[in-house]
Protein backbone atom coordinates (compact mmCIF):
# COMPACT_ATOMS: atom_id res chain seq x y z
CA UNK A 1 0.00 0.00 0.00
CA UNK A 2 1.17 3.30 -1.21
CA UNK A 3 1.68 5.59 2.53
CA UNK A 4 1.58 9.32 2.40
CA UNK A 5 2.78 11.04 5.49
CA UNK A 6 1.19 14.45 6.77
CA UNK A 7 2.74 17.00 6.40
CA UNK A 8 3.12 19.29 9.57
CA UNK A 9 2.89 23.18 9.17
CA UNK A 10 6.53 24.75 9.32
CA UNK A 11 9.50 23.14 9.70
CA UNK A 12 13.01 23.97 8.14
CA UNK A 13 16.11 22.07 6.47
CA UNK A 14 19.05 22.70 8.44
CA UNK A 15 21.01 20.45 6.63
CA UNK A 16 24.60 19.35 7.82
CA UNK A 17 24.42 15.28 8.82
CA UNK A 18 27.56 14.09 6.59
CA UNK A 19 30.26 14.34 8.97
CA UNK A 20 29.93 11.49 10.66
CA UNK A 21 27.11 9.79 8.85
CA UNK A 22 29.56 7.12 7.97
CA UNK A 23 31.35 6.58 11.06
CA UNK A 24 30.94 3.57 12.66
CA UNK A 25 30.42 3.60 16.23
CA UNK A 26 33.53 3.00 18.37
CA UNK A 27 33.87 2.71 22.27
CA UNK A 28 35.42 5.45 24.23
CA UNK A 29 38.44 4.31 26.25
CA UNK A 30 37.57 4.40 30.07
CA UNK A 31 38.81 7.47 32.05
CA UNK A 32 40.30 7.76 35.91
CA UNK A 33 37.44 9.46 37.54
CA UNK A 34 33.41 9.58 36.68
CA UNK A 35 30.81 11.96 37.88
CA UNK A 36 27.57 10.79 37.65
CA UNK A 37 24.63 13.17 38.59
CA UNK A 38 21.09 12.14 40.50
CA UNK A 39 18.96 13.91 37.46
CA UNK A 40 19.41 13.03 34.26
CA UNK A 41 15.80 12.32 33.24
CA UNK A 42 12.62 14.67 33.31
CA UNK A 43 11.18 13.91 37.37
CA UNK A 44 12.68 13.72 40.56
CA UNK A 45 15.92 13.50 40.67
CA UNK A 46 17.01 9.56 41.97
CA UNK A 47 18.31 9.53 46.04
CA UNK A 48 21.74 8.61 46.37
CA UNK A 49 22.30 5.35 47.10
CA UNK A 50 25.74 4.94 48.64
CA UNK A 51 28.61 6.58 50.84
CA UNK A 52 31.75 8.01 50.49
CA UNK A 53 34.49 5.48 51.23
CA UNK A 54 32.22 2.53 49.31
CA UNK A 55 33.14 0.38 46.57
CA UNK A 56 30.75 -0.12 43.47
CA UNK A 57 30.80 -2.39 40.86
CA UNK A 58 29.99 -1.63 37.05
CA UNK A 59 25.98 -2.02 36.70
CA UNK A 60 25.35 -1.79 40.38
CA UNK A 61 22.73 0.81 41.46
CA UNK A 62 23.72 4.31 43.44
CA UNK A 63 20.58 6.04 42.79
CA UNK A 64 17.38 5.23 43.55
CA UNK A 65 14.07 6.12 42.08
CA UNK A 66 11.77 6.52 44.88
CA UNK A 67 8.75 8.00 43.20
CA UNK A 68 7.76 6.60 39.74
CA UNK A 69 7.97 9.74 37.98
CA UNK A 70 12.08 9.08 38.21
CA UNK A 71 14.85 6.92 37.02
CA UNK A 72 17.21 4.67 39.09
CA UNK A 73 21.16 5.34 38.05
CA UNK A 74 23.89 2.72 37.63
CA UNK A 75 27.94 2.78 38.42
CA UNK A 76 29.59 3.13 34.98
CA UNK A 77 32.19 1.13 36.56
CA UNK A 78 33.95 -0.65 38.84
CA UNK A 79 35.34 1.80 41.56
CA UNK A 80 35.52 3.82 44.95
CA UNK A 81 33.14 6.56 45.63
CA UNK A 82 35.03 9.41 46.07
CA UNK A 83 32.93 12.13 46.77
CA UNK A 84 28.90 13.07 47.13
CA UNK A 85 27.88 17.11 46.46
CA UNK A 86 25.27 18.57 46.54
CA UNK A 87 24.83 20.16 42.64
CA UNK A 88 22.55 22.63 40.75
CA UNK A 89 21.18 21.38 37.23
CA UNK A 90 19.46 23.80 34.98
CA UNK A 91 18.16 25.41 37.92
CA UNK A 92 17.27 22.17 40.14
CA UNK A 93 18.66 20.32 42.87
CA UNK A 94 20.48 17.23 42.30
CA UNK A 95 23.53 15.53 43.55
CA UNK A 96 26.78 14.38 41.85
CA UNK A 97 28.36 11.02 42.52
CA UNK A 98 32.04 11.24 42.00
CA UNK A 99 33.52 7.14 41.20
CA UNK A 100 37.46 6.75 40.89
CA UNK A 101 37.50 4.39 38.48
CA UNK A 102 39.74 1.07 39.76
CA UNK A 103 39.77 -0.25 35.75
CA UNK A 104 38.77 -4.43 37.44
CA UNK A 105 36.09 -3.91 35.17
CA UNK A 106 34.60 -5.91 38.28
CA UNK A 107 30.43 -6.32 36.91
CA UNK A 108 27.62 -6.53 39.83
CA UNK A 109 24.96 -9.58 38.71
CA UNK A 110 22.71 -8.99 35.99
CA UNK A 111 19.64 -10.52 35.09
CA UNK A 112 17.28 -10.37 32.06
CA UNK A 113 13.82 -11.08 31.46
CA UNK A 114 12.60 -14.99 30.60
CA UNK A 115 8.89 -15.07 31.16
CA UNK A 116 7.41 -12.13 29.85
CA UNK A 117 4.62 -10.13 31.10
CA UNK A 118 3.78 -6.57 30.52
CA UNK A 119 3.81 -5.57 34.73
CA UNK A 120 7.56 -7.72 34.57
CA UNK A 121 8.72 -5.70 31.57
CA UNK A 122 7.35 -2.56 33.11
CA UNK A 123 9.12 -2.97 36.45
CA UNK A 124 12.51 -3.95 34.30
CA UNK A 125 12.98 -1.39 32.48
CA UNK A 126 12.17 1.06 35.49
CA UNK A 127 14.76 -1.14 37.47
CA UNK A 128 17.16 -0.81 34.66
CA UNK A 129 16.93 3.58 34.70
CA UNK A 130 16.02 3.21 30.63
CA UNK A 131 14.61 6.94 29.78
CA UNK A 132 13.68 7.70 26.49
CA UNK A 133 17.32 8.54 24.75
CA UNK A 134 16.28 10.71 21.85
CA UNK A 135 17.18 13.66 24.23
CA UNK A 136 13.77 13.72 26.26
CA UNK A 137 14.90 11.64 28.63
CA UNK A 138 11.15 10.46 29.69
CA UNK A 139 11.07 7.48 32.15
CA UNK A 140 10.22 4.63 29.20
CA UNK A 141 8.08 2.78 32.15
CA UNK A 142 5.09 5.19 32.21
CA UNK A 143 5.14 5.08 29.02
CA UNK A 144 4.32 1.48 29.18
CA UNK A 145 1.04 1.42 30.60
CA UNK A 146 -2.50 0.53 29.74
CA UNK A 147 -3.94 -0.67 26.29
CA UNK A 148 -1.72 0.11 23.42
CA UNK A 149 -1.90 -0.92 20.03
CA UNK A 150 0.69 0.91 18.11
CA UNK A 151 4.16 1.34 18.67
CA UNK A 152 6.17 3.95 16.58
CA UNK A 153 9.72 4.11 16.41
CA UNK A 154 11.11 7.27 16.44
CA UNK A 155 14.39 6.92 13.74
CA UNK A 156 13.90 10.78 12.79
CA UNK A 157 17.12 12.23 14.19
CA UNK A 158 16.05 15.58 12.32
CA UNK A 159 18.57 17.70 13.89
CA UNK A 160 22.15 19.01 11.84
CA UNK A 161 25.49 17.38 13.03
CA UNK A 162 23.65 14.24 14.78
CA UNK A 163 23.88 10.38 13.72
CA UNK A 164 23.57 8.73 17.19
CA UNK A 165 20.60 7.26 15.66
CA UNK A 166 21.61 7.04 12.60
CA UNK A 167 24.35 4.33 13.53
CA UNK A 168 22.31 2.92 15.46
CA UNK A 169 19.58 1.66 12.92
CA UNK A 170 22.60 0.45 10.61
CA UNK A 171 24.62 -1.10 13.01
CA UNK A 172 22.05 -2.83 15.45
CA UNK A 173 19.37 -3.69 12.95
CA UNK A 174 18.02 -6.68 14.33
CA UNK A 175 18.05 -6.28 17.95
CA UNK A 176 16.52 -2.80 17.30
CA UNK A 177 13.70 -5.18 15.72
CA UNK A 178 13.26 -8.07 17.90
CA UNK A 179 12.90 -5.13 20.73
CA UNK A 180 9.97 -3.99 18.64
CA UNK A 181 8.93 -7.52 18.33
CA UNK A 182 9.26 -8.05 22.02
CA UNK A 183 7.06 -5.06 23.29
CA UNK A 184 4.34 -6.07 20.58
CA UNK A 185 4.02 -9.41 21.84
CA UNK A 186 4.48 -8.38 25.52
CA UNK A 187 1.75 -5.76 25.33
CA UNK A 188 -0.66 -7.29 22.64
CA UNK A 189 0.08 -4.66 20.49
CA UNK A 190 -1.38 -4.42 16.58
CA UNK A 191 1.19 -2.24 14.13
CA UNK A 192 4.94 -1.30 14.70
CA UNK A 193 5.60 1.55 12.16
CA UNK A 194 9.48 2.60 12.33
CA UNK A 195 9.73 6.28 11.06
CA UNK A 196 12.75 7.28 9.67
CA UNK A 197 13.60 10.42 7.55
CA UNK A 198 14.07 9.76 3.63
CA UNK A 199 17.34 11.28 3.97
CA UNK A 200 18.98 8.40 6.14
CA UNK A 201 19.64 5.69 2.87
CA UNK A 202 21.43 3.16 4.23
CA UNK A 203 19.74 3.26 7.42
CA UNK A 204 16.56 2.74 5.48
CA UNK A 205 17.60 -0.04 3.36
CA UNK A 206 19.22 -2.13 6.05
CA UNK A 207 15.62 -1.38 7.86
CA UNK A 208 13.69 -2.18 5.02
CA UNK A 209 15.53 -5.24 4.28
CA UNK A 210 15.12 -6.87 7.18
CA UNK A 211 12.08 -5.80 8.27
CA UNK A 212 10.83 -8.41 6.05
CA UNK A 213 11.30 -11.21 8.18
CA UNK A 214 8.63 -9.13 11.06
CA UNK A 215 5.17 -9.24 9.74
CA UNK A 216 3.73 -6.95 12.35
CA UNK A 217 6.56 -4.08 11.55
CA UNK A 218 7.04 -1.53 8.64
CA UNK A 219 9.23 1.47 7.78
CA UNK A 220 7.90 4.53 6.59
CA UNK A 221 10.26 7.14 4.87
CA UNK A 222 9.81 10.78 6.29
CA UNK A 223 10.47 13.70 4.50
CA UNK A 224 14.21 15.77 5.31
CA UNK A 225 12.17 18.41 7.68
CA UNK A 226 13.05 20.10 11.05
CA UNK A 227 11.37 18.77 13.74
CA UNK A 228 10.38 15.75 12.10
CA UNK A 229 11.21 14.04 15.04
CA UNK A 230 8.95 15.82 17.83
CA UNK A 231 6.57 13.87 19.17
CA UNK A 232 3.07 15.29 18.04
CA UNK A 233 4.37 15.56 14.72
CA UNK A 234 6.00 12.08 14.27
CA UNK A 235 2.71 10.64 15.61
CA UNK A 236 0.99 13.32 12.75
CA UNK A 237 2.90 12.60 10.08
CA UNK A 238 2.34 8.40 10.87
CA UNK A 239 -0.79 8.24 12.09
CA UNK A 240 -2.55 11.54 10.62
CA UNK A 241 -4.12 11.91 14.32
CA UNK A 242 -3.33 14.92 16.55
CA UNK A 243 -2.54 14.09 20.39
CA UNK A 244 -3.08 16.88 23.09
CA UNK A 245 -0.56 15.77 25.25
CA UNK A 246 0.38 12.25 25.18
CA UNK A 247 0.52 9.38 22.54
CA UNK A 248 -1.14 7.30 25.16
CA UNK A 249 -4.48 8.90 24.47
CA UNK A 250 -4.63 6.80 21.34
CA UNK A 251 -3.48 3.83 22.45
CA UNK A 252 0.22 4.29 21.35
CA UNK A 253 3.66 4.62 22.37
CA UNK A 254 6.79 6.51 20.71
CA UNK A 255 10.33 5.11 21.35
CA UNK A 256 13.49 6.35 19.95
CA UNK A 257 15.65 3.78 18.35
CA UNK A 258 18.07 4.13 21.16
CA UNK A 259 15.67 3.25 23.65
CA UNK A 260 14.07 0.57 21.86
CA UNK A 261 18.05 -1.44 22.03
CA UNK A 262 18.30 0.10 25.62
CA UNK A 263 15.34 -2.21 25.84
CA UNK A 264 16.19 -5.36 24.13
CA UNK A 265 19.82 -5.26 25.84
CA UNK A 266 17.98 -4.76 29.16
CA UNK A 267 15.44 -7.56 28.60
CA UNK A 268 18.16 -9.70 27.06
CA UNK A 269 20.78 -8.94 29.75
CA UNK A 270 19.75 -7.44 32.11
CA UNK A 271 22.09 -4.58 31.30
CA UNK A 272 21.00 -1.16 32.45
CA UNK A 273 22.01 2.73 30.82
CA UNK A 274 25.57 3.11 31.81
CA UNK A 275 27.02 4.37 28.18
CA UNK A 276 24.99 5.84 25.16
CA UNK A 277 25.54 6.60 21.62
CA UNK A 278 27.21 10.36 21.32
CA UNK A 279 28.09 12.09 17.99
CA UNK A 280 30.87 14.24 18.24
CA UNK A 281 31.35 16.55 15.78
CA UNK A 282 31.29 20.10 14.50
CA UNK A 283 33.58 22.13 12.73
CA UNK A 284 35.85 22.31 15.69
CA UNK A 285 36.54 18.79 16.22
CA UNK A 286 39.85 17.34 14.81
CA UNK A 287 38.12 13.60 14.93
CA UNK A 288 34.65 13.97 14.61
CA UNK A 289 32.92 10.23 15.72
CA UNK A 290 30.49 8.29 16.84
CA UNK A 291 31.38 6.91 20.09
CA UNK A 292 29.85 5.06 22.69
CA UNK A 293 30.65 6.88 26.28
CA UNK A 294 30.08 5.71 29.87
CA UNK A 295 27.47 7.97 31.71
CA UNK A 296 29.31 10.47 33.74
CA UNK A 297 32.45 10.71 31.73
CA UNK A 298 33.52 14.55 31.65
CA UNK A 299 32.98 16.70 28.53
CA UNK A 300 36.71 17.53 28.91
CA UNK A 301 38.16 14.11 28.84
CA UNK A 302 35.97 13.44 25.68
CA UNK A 303 37.09 16.48 24.03
CA UNK A 304 40.87 15.41 24.49
CA UNK A 305 39.91 12.31 22.88
CA UNK A 306 38.80 13.60 19.72
CA UNK A 307 41.01 16.60 19.16
CA UNK A 308 39.59 20.18 19.48
CA UNK A 309 40.51 23.20 17.06
CA UNK A 310 41.03 25.36 20.11
CA UNK A 311 41.46 28.25 17.15
CA UNK A 312 37.90 27.87 15.57
CA UNK A 313 35.81 27.24 18.13
CA UNK A 314 33.27 29.24 19.47
CA UNK A 315 30.74 27.35 21.63
CA UNK A 316 30.47 23.69 22.83
CA UNK A 317 27.16 22.17 22.90
CA UNK A 318 25.27 19.68 24.21
CA UNK A 319 23.20 17.57 21.90
CA UNK A 320 21.98 19.25 18.51
CA UNK A 321 22.16 22.52 17.92
CA UNK A 322 18.38 23.24 17.50
CA UNK A 323 17.42 21.86 20.52
CA UNK A 324 20.58 21.51 22.62
CA UNK A 325 22.47 24.16 25.30
CA UNK A 326 26.12 25.52 25.44
CA UNK A 327 27.84 23.62 27.95
CA UNK A 328 31.36 24.03 29.69
CA UNK A 329 34.14 21.96 29.59
CA UNK A 330 33.33 20.74 33.43
CA UNK A 331 29.88 19.47 32.04
CA UNK A 332 29.50 15.57 32.31
CA UNK A 333 28.17 12.97 29.68
CA UNK A 334 24.18 11.99 30.91
CA UNK A 335 22.02 9.62 29.43
CA UNK A 336 19.81 12.48 27.04
CA UNK A 337 23.41 14.12 25.70
CA UNK A 338 22.90 12.69 22.47
CA UNK A 339 25.82 15.07 20.73
CA UNK A 340 28.94 17.20 21.83
CA UNK A 341 29.30 19.54 18.78
CA UNK A 342 32.05 22.16 18.55
CA UNK A 343 31.00 24.89 16.71
CA UNK A 344 32.56 27.55 14.97
CA UNK A 345 32.30 31.33 14.93
CA UNK A 346 29.83 31.49 11.61
CA UNK A 347 27.47 29.78 13.30
CA UNK A 348 26.80 32.95 15.74
CA UNK A 349 26.25 36.20 13.22
CA UNK A 350 25.86 38.92 15.60
CA UNK A 351 22.39 40.19 17.08
CA UNK A 352 20.10 42.45 15.64
CA UNK A 353 16.70 43.82 16.67
CA UNK A 354 13.24 41.86 14.65
CA UNK A 355 12.72 43.22 11.53
CA UNK A 356 9.42 41.84 11.76
CA UNK A 357 9.61 39.81 8.91
CA UNK A 358 7.10 37.06 9.96
CA UNK A 359 9.87 34.15 9.28
CA UNK A 360 9.82 33.17 12.33
CA UNK A 361 5.98 32.52 12.41
CA UNK A 362 6.36 31.00 9.24
CA UNK A 363 8.38 27.85 10.32
CA UNK A 364 6.73 27.38 13.51
CA UNK A 365 5.16 23.68 13.93
CA UNK A 366 3.06 24.77 16.26
CA UNK A 367 1.80 28.10 15.03
CA UNK A 368 2.78 30.02 17.47
CA UNK A 369 3.91 33.72 17.56
CA UNK A 370 7.62 33.92 18.63
CA UNK A 371 8.50 37.33 18.00
CA UNK A 372 5.92 38.14 20.43
CA UNK A 373 7.79 36.03 23.00
CA UNK A 374 11.29 38.20 22.86
CA UNK A 375 8.56 41.97 22.64
CA UNK A 376 6.97 40.58 26.14
CA UNK A 377 9.97 39.17 27.44
CA UNK A 378 12.17 42.40 26.97
CA UNK A 379 9.63 43.85 28.64
CA UNK A 380 9.63 40.87 31.21
CA UNK A 381 5.23 40.39 30.86
CA UNK A 382 6.19 36.71 31.43
CA UNK A 383 2.75 35.91 32.21
CA UNK A 384 1.30 37.44 29.13
CA UNK A 385 3.34 35.37 27.16
CA UNK A 386 1.26 32.58 28.01
CA UNK A 387 -2.06 33.79 28.49
CA UNK A 388 -2.28 35.50 24.96
CA UNK A 389 0.29 33.63 23.37
CA UNK A 390 0.13 29.83 24.49
CA UNK A 391 3.50 29.55 25.18
CA UNK A 392 2.82 26.23 27.09
CA UNK A 393 2.35 24.72 23.09
CA UNK A 394 5.96 25.71 22.37
CA UNK A 395 7.83 22.48 21.85
CA UNK A 396 10.87 24.38 21.92
CA UNK A 397 12.55 23.07 18.49
CA UNK A 398 14.88 25.91 17.47
CA UNK A 399 13.34 26.73 14.03
CA UNK A 400 11.98 29.90 15.01
CA UNK A 401 15.84 31.25 16.43
CA UNK A 402 17.05 29.38 13.95
CA UNK A 403 15.32 31.16 11.06
CA UNK A 404 15.66 34.48 12.55
CA UNK A 405 17.52 36.75 9.99
CA UNK A 406 18.51 39.11 12.99
CA UNK A 407 19.56 36.40 15.36
CA UNK A 408 17.01 37.41 17.49
CA UNK A 409 17.45 35.45 21.13
CA UNK A 410 13.98 33.99 20.90
CA UNK A 411 14.86 30.89 22.81
CA UNK A 412 15.85 32.86 25.71
CA UNK A 413 12.60 34.45 25.41
CA UNK A 414 10.86 31.43 25.83
CA UNK A 415 12.90 29.55 28.13
CA UNK A 416 12.37 32.53 30.42
CA UNK A 417 8.57 32.94 29.57
CA UNK A 418 8.37 29.40 30.53
CA UNK A 419 10.58 29.40 33.82
CA UNK A 420 9.06 32.84 35.03
CA UNK A 421 5.70 33.02 33.73
CA UNK A 422 4.28 31.30 36.94
CA UNK A 423 4.77 34.22 38.56
CA UNK A 424 2.05 36.51 37.85
CA UNK A 425 4.22 40.18 36.42
CA UNK A 426 1.22 41.72 35.07
S1 LIG B 1 12.19 35.97 12.29
FE1 LIG B 1 13.32 37.30 13.70
S2 LIG B 1 13.26 39.30 12.73
FE2 LIG B 1 11.69 38.07 11.71
S3 LIG B 1 9.81 38.48 12.88
FE3 LIG B 1 10.73 36.69 13.80
S4 LIG B 1 11.97 37.51 15.48
FE4 LIG B 1 11.53 39.22 14.12
S1 LIG C 1 7.92 29.02 19.17
FE1 LIG C 1 8.51 27.03 19.99
S2 LIG C 1 7.52 25.52 18.68
FE2 LIG C 1 7.50 27.49 17.59
S3 LIG C 1 9.36 27.44 16.34
FE3 LIG C 1 9.89 28.47 18.24
S4 LIG C 1 10.70 26.86 19.56
FE4 LIG C 1 9.59 25.83 17.87
Partial sequence: MFFKPIFFRGGIHPGEKEITSEKKIEKMPEVG??????????????AVMVKVGDHVKKYQKIGKAQVKFSAFIHSPC????????????????????TIENDFSGEEFERKGLRNFTPEKLQELVDDLGIVGLGGATFPTHIKLE???KTIIINGVECEPYLNADNRVMIESTYEILDGIEILMTTFDMEEGIIGIEENKV??????????????????????????????????????????????????AVTLNVGTILAIYRGVTYGTPIVERIVTVSGEGIENPKNLSIPIGTPVKDVLNYVG???????????????????????EVTSKGMNGILALGKEKFPPKLPCIRCGRCVDVCPMGLLP?????????????????????????????CEYICPSQVPLMEAIFLGLEKGRDRDD
Fill in 33 to 46: TYRVTTLQHIGVPA
Fill in 78 to 97: SGKITQIKKINIRGREAEEI
Fill in 146 to 148: GKL
Fill in 202 to 251: VAIEKMEQAVKGYSRIRVQKLPTIYPQGAEKQLIKALLKKEIKSFPMEIE
Fill in 308 to 330: VKEDIVDKIIACGPMMGREIGET
Fill in 371 to 399: LEYDRLAKKGKYHQMEKEFSLSSCIKCGN
